[in-house]
T-cell receptor, first 111, second 109 residues
């Protein structure tokens, strides 16, 4: 399978714990995006990488969220001190330029 | 800032034609794309317009008017499997791909 893969697919965590998600993009794609999606809403932009450089981060993103893309390959998204409001589907997408290919997402539930 | 507006819901019957509109306000516009998302699934790419006019891909077509900051997705010969959410998204120059809130399409027999 050469698509975008995300791990884990599901994560249940207690409020206050830290969580980390991984995204493996399509190998030749230089752009990588992280989005958050809640029920009935569109994907909400979180952050964007061009190769290993994080070029943009949403102003809605608190400092509890951090993302990395070492060596321009896979990426990780970490949420520290999780809150119930962080419960959502976290989607990763990679792009060669014009269009994005999404992974299946990581569904986070904070209890 | 940037914003995209699309209807929240559209209903239609099998075999019909439906048009989903999208208006946008953004800077550094490169193009408008459309994605389909079934319940529980990931968004999948349908179509992309960088230039004015109509792009046709099978039963789906997409239109863009840059001067009007407007586009639409046209779905023909609707099938039950087309029931899904449809999102327009703006590709901004060198920055993020920004999505609308989506249109839920319900196709009935």
């Amino acid at each position: 399978d050469t698509g975008v893969s995300q791990d884990p697919r599901h994560k249940i965590t207690k409020r206050g714990q830290n969580v980390t998600f991984r995204c493996d993009p399509i190998s030749e794609h230089n752009r990588l995006y992280w989005y958050r999606q809640t029920l009935g809403q569109g994907p909400e932009f979180l952050t964007y990488f061009q190769n290993e450089a994080q070029l943009e981060k949403s102003r809605l993103l608190s400092d509890r969220f951090s993302a990395e893309r070492p060596k321009g390959s896979f990426s990780t998204l970490e949420i520290q001190r999780t809150e119930q409001g962080d419960s959502a589907m976290y989607l990763c997408a990679s792009s060669p330029g014009d269009l994005a290919f999404f992974g299946q997402g990581t569904r986070l539930t904070v209890v | 800032g940037q914003s995209l507006e699309q209807p929240s819901e559209v209903t239609a019957v099998e075999g019909a034609i439906v048009q989903i509109n999208c208006t946008y306000q953004t800077s550094g516009f490169y193009g408008l794309s459309w994605y389909q998302q079934h319940d529980g699934g990931a968004p999948t790419f349908l179509s992309y317009n960088a230039l004015d006019g109509l792009e046709e891909t099978g039963r789906f077509s997409s239109f863009l008017s840059r001067s009007d900051s407007y586009g639409y997705l046209l779905l023909q010969e609707l099938q039950m499997k087309d029931s899904a959410s449809y999102f327009c998204a703006v590709d901004q120059a060198g920055t993020a791909l920004i999505f609308g809130k989506g249109t839920t399409l319900s196709v009935s027999s």
